[in-house]
């Protein structure tokens, strides 16, 4: 199987959770490169990020463009460096969040990170996860007040 981005449309605005059956209810996107998807978030811009975890890379998509394209990273050269697009480096960034001011927020699974994203692609570290272990992070969210969650599933 492909791997790609698939968006599902609600059936419907009710309280309950209908099932989903048949294609209608989906629009697939591949994108070319991805290898393993480990994260997804979208902004208000309507950007589609995808952190792909083997090859050390985060995708943008516009939302109904036929393309994405390696936003940040060096495609399968994993590292730690900060700076601007192909010249920052992850290994295995996973969970992906958005914060209001469209800010990027990636855990940088193999270097024990969590790592900000401005509009621009400037990658800069913020926090290292020693005590938790990175591997074992559930998933990241950031408030209003740049107060960083995670969940802990060690």
């Known amino acids: 199987m492909a791997n790609r981005l698939v968006r599902l449309r609600p059936i419907s605005a009710s309280t309950s959770t209908p099932e989903i059956s048949g294609s209608e209810q989906q629009v697939q996107l591949p994108i070319t490169g991805l290898v393993d998807g480990a994260g997804v978030a979208v902004d208000r811009s ?11 890379v985060i995708f943008r998509h516009r939302k109904g463009s036929a393309t994405s ?31 209001r001011s469209g800010v990027l927020w990636v855990v940088d699974s193999g270097n024990n990170r969590i790592r900000r994203i401005d509009q621009n692609a400037n990658v800069f570290t913020v926090a290292a996860i020693p ?24």
Not at 131 to 154: E, M, P
């Open 46 to 56: 309507e950007y589609i990020f995808v952190a792909d975890y083997e090859k050390h």
């Open 131 to 154: 005590a938790v272990g990175a591997d074992q992070i559930g998933g990241i969210a950031v408030d209003d007040s740049g107060i960083i969650y995670l969940v802990d599933n060690s």
């Open 69 to 99: 394209n390696i936003w940040v990273g060096a495609y399968g050269v994993p590292g730690l460096a900060d700076g601007q697009g192909s010249s920052a480096r992850f290994t295995n960034p996973s969970h992906l969040a958005v914060d």
